[in-house]
């Protein structure tokens, strides 16, 4: 059986998460963050529709999908307001990986077949509400779709006789026998639907039910069990925490085997307390949750590394690590590269936001765009003289200042190390 997804949906309107198409209330106070929680709480996939009216609400809402691909790694679809083979760019490059047209627009075939060829047909979707579209054009929906978002669950019995594309259901409410008698039909890739879509929902959980079933889900399954841990002389493991994007140390804990598996099931960091001698889901009370993104052990196979995206601070004192009471300390160089890429630029952005007297970088900011861009052109001109010179140092002179320049159009362009290395990591 094929993996099934379970599908989020998000609905824009002026650039804020809202509760459905034709009910613009606001449904959660950070549209980032919102999304930020589907990427660590087990969602597979989002899908965003952009409710804009006009061509600046449209901007807006183009503006936030991409400040959301900045900050989550799970696939982002997206798809409103598409007329033209344009509108379909403009959700690639604020980093979509998949575009949704909409089935009922007149023109929507003609669109999938333009972006299916320049694109690949793995990149475009059809949203449906019946059976028109697939009966009207049912001959090329496999060649110009990767899979369908079916939006009336009735209908998927008369789709299913008509085409095998796979589809994405959405259902009104939740009930576990429907999820799972919807799961099991073979063209079915996930489900999605507003239920799915609230922040509280326990997504790993209802994961762990349908994996118990026969249901095929992204869920973690271990390599290792409990048993080929070893414990201590209190019978449990010590656990190491890192911040999965900054590998930042946050913490040490310890699990018995309870708290390993309640981990596994649930996604979340579960630690056994051993002052309080009871179980301690990290963030219960605090907020402060640890979702799981990789358990690793040792080589010894007596501690556990965990690397976890961090919601608030790890440390009970309000720190964002638990390891902040410096004992000594040498100064060194920095030599990870992305981080002296990022270290550079954040010196380049505090200069833009704080100017400082006499800093060449603000000079440069100062006299705008042209002269930013004039700069970068003559330093890939000395990349080029450099190249021919038989001295490995003179280029890597040329080559750091071209960096430099670039980053500071970067700054003024407002395109982070997180856009340019998301970019690269999707070719």
Not at 12 to 17: I, P, Q, V
Not at 100 to 111: M, V
Not at 136 to 154: A, D, M, P, R
Not at 238 to 246: A, C, G, L, M, S
């Amino acid at each position: 059986m094929e993996q099934k997804n379970i599908v989020s949906v998000i609905y824009l309107k002026n650039g804020n998460a809202v509760r459905g198409i034709n009910d613009f209330t606001i449904v959660y106070e950070n549209v980032i963050e919102l999304a930020k929680l589907y990427n660590d709480s087990g969602i597979d996939k989002i899908m965003i529709f952009d409710l804009s009216a006009d061509d600046e609400e449209h901007e807006r809402n183009i503006h936030v999908i991409k400040n959301i691909n900045r900050n989550i790694e799970i696939k982002v679809c997206a798809g409103g307001n598409i007329n033209r083979m344009e509108d379909i760019k403009k959700f690639f490059y604020a980093g979509c990986l998949q575009v949704i047209l909409n089935g009922s627009k007149t023109n929507a075939f003609e669109l999938a077949q333009e972006a299916s060829k320049r694109f690949g047909k793995d990149r475009i979707l059809a949203s449906v509400n019946n059976v028109d579209f697939i009966f009207k054009n049912q001959s090329g929906i496999s060649e110009n779709f990767h899979e369908l978002l079916v939006l009336n669950k009735n209908v998927i019995d008369a789709i299913e006789s008509m085409t095998d594309i796979p589809y994405v259901v959405k259902l009104d409410s939740f009930n576990y026998e429907e999820i799972f008698s919807i799961l099991k039909r073979n063209n079915v890739r996930g489900i999605s639907g507003d239920v799915i879509s609230f922040p509280d929902m326990d997504v790993m959980e209802m994961k762990s039910q349908l994996s118990a079933s026969g249901i095929k889900m992204d869920n973690f399954e271990p390599a290792l069990k409990w048993k080929d841990l070893k414990k201590n002389s209190d019978g449990m493991v010590p656990v190491i925490v890192q911040d999965y994007r900054t590998d930042e140390v946050l913490m040490l804990a310890y699990m018995n085997e309870e708290a390993f598996y309640a981990t596994i099931n649930s996604g979340k960091m579960t630690y056994f307390s051993r002052s309080r001698q009871e179980l301690w889901k990290k963030g219960t009370t605090s907020g402060h949750i640890q979702y799981v993104k990789s358990l690793t052990a040792d080589c010894d196979y007596d501690t556990i590394l965990a690397k976890v995206s961090q919601i608030g601070a790890a440390c009970h004192t309000g720190n964002t690590s638990c390891f902040f009471n410096e004992i000594v300390k040498k100064e060194y160089i920095e030599k990870n590269p992305l981080k002296v890429f990022e270290d550079v630029y954040s010196i380049i952005m505090d200069r833009k936001e704080h100017p400082k007297e006499g800093s060449y970088t603000n000079y440069l900011f100062d006299k705008g765009l042209d002269k930013i861009l004039k700069k970068c052109g003559e330093e890939c001109t000395e990349i080029v003289i450099a190249a021919k010179n038989p001295n490995p140092e003179e280029i890597k002179y040329e080559i750091s200042d071209f960096l430099y320049h670039m980053m500071i159009l970067m700054a003024e362009k407002g395109i982070t190390w997180e856009d340019v290395t998301l970019e690269l990591s999707q070719r």
